[in-house]
T-cell receptor, first 111, second 112 residues
């Protein structure tokens, strides 16, 4: 069974731009969670989607948004990028609220 | 709120045993996970505890005491490839639903 996939793997943007990251969960997994990982803050929860509905949200500004499609694939969007948004963005999928399996991440650099 | 504490760094010798501790405070505890993360890679699942006691999986074991808000990860017969960051994460089933809250991670260095 294929694991969680994320695209793109690396991304370079400039301040003020917006970015969309994609995540395809493990086949059969309906829950997708997004995390931001930085050296200073560690892994921080962004949001979780289940059956196309956001059912949990972390403490991030409204510039961070997401959605989930009927095939469980998920996207997250960051608008008006800031230098501090440079991070590894990780997506994790889970079957029914149990163990989360992480994708390889998207490394975003904001210049 | 939630608070998860684990040591920042540890160093151990190849072939030895090391114990990484994690203490937590959370309102809606529903399980504790340990993940391993090598530099530049995604976290990979190691173990899960929801009931008190010890879970053993090969060279790795994890222990949980819910009354004390305490867990540890035990790594035996250390190998150089075990050098990585070890993340303790608590599943919080609060009003917002399912959420994993991570500690800052413990960087383990295995020396020969």
């Amino acid at each position: 069974k294929a694991g969680v996939t994320q695209t793109p793997r690396y991304l370079i943007k400039t301040r003020g731009q917006q970015v969309t990251l994609s995540c395809s969960p493990i086949s059969g997994h309906r829950s997708v969670s997004w995390y931001q990982q930085t050296p200073g803050q560690g892994l921080q929860f962004l949001f979780e989607y289940f059956s196309e509905t956001q059912r949990n949200k972390g403490n991030f500004p409204g510039r961070f948004s997401g959605r989930q499609f009927s095939n469980s694939r998920s996207e997250m969007n960051v608008s008006t990028l800031e230098l501090g948004d440079s991070a590894l963005y990780l997506c994790a999928s889970t079957l029914a609220g149990d163990t989360q399996y992480f994708g390889p991440g998207t490394r975003l650099t904001v210049l | 709120g939630q608070n998860i504490d684990q040591p920042t760094e540890m160093t151990a010798t190849e072939g030895a045993i090391v114990q990484i501790n994690c203490t937590y405070q959370t309102s809606g505890f529903n399980g504790l996970f340990w993940y391993q993360q090598h530099a530049g890679e995604a976290p990979t699942f190691l173990s899960y505890n929801v009931l008190d006691g010890l879970e053993e999986k090969g060279r790795f074991s994890s222990f949980l005491s819910r009354s004390k808000g305490y867990s540890y990860l035990l790594l035996k017969e250390l190998q150089m490839k075990d050098s990585a960051s070890y993340l303790c994460a608590v599943r919080d089933m609060g009003p917002g639903g399912n959420k994993l809250v991570f500690g800052a991670g413990t960087i383990l260095r295995v020396k020969s």
